[in-house]
Nanobody, 120 residues
Framework: VQLVESGGGSVEAGGSLTLSCTADTAVYINACMAWFRQAPGKEREAVAFLYTPDRSTYYTDSVKGRFTITKDGPQTPLKLQMNSLKPEDTAIYYC???????????????WGQGTQVTVS
């Protein structure tokens, strides 16, 4: 399973970024797709999950109302729309996938290489 993130960058506080996660179409079938992040000196934390069979979503409290995880169709990439960004959102953001249960407590098996998001 190969996951490739893109869309990271530097933005001022209050700004927006959209991350994308690209993979083969088959990867997305009956999958628990997720975005995690890891800030310097901190543990990797779950940000958002999307369960592709029913498109149910889960968010960690710190991003609710600001971040949106989406996947518009079978062949479109997974996305994370991030609005009202804060300096504490600065981290490397990782796309991940697991098969089976889905939610904030899941630790996915497959990971991308990550993309840096810096908010100043």
């Amino acid at each position: 399973v190969q996951l490739v993130e893109s869309g990271g960058g530097s933005v001022e506080a209050g700004g927006s970024l959209t991350l994308s996660c690209t993979a083969d179409t088959a990867v997305y079938i009956n999958a628990c797709m997720a975005w995690f992040r890891q800030a310097p000196g901190k543990e990797r934390e779950a940000v958002a999950f999307l369960y592709t069979p029913d498109r149910s979503t889960y968010y960690t409290d710190s991003v609710k109302g600001r971040f949106t995880i989406t996947k518009d169709g079978p062949q479109t990439p997974l996305k994370l729309q991030m609005n009202s960004l804060k300096p504490e959102d600065t981290a490397i953001y990782y796309c991940a996938v697991e098969y089976g249960t889905c939610g904030l407590g899941v630790r996915p098996k497959y990971w991308g290489q990550g993309t840096q998001v810096t908010v100043s």
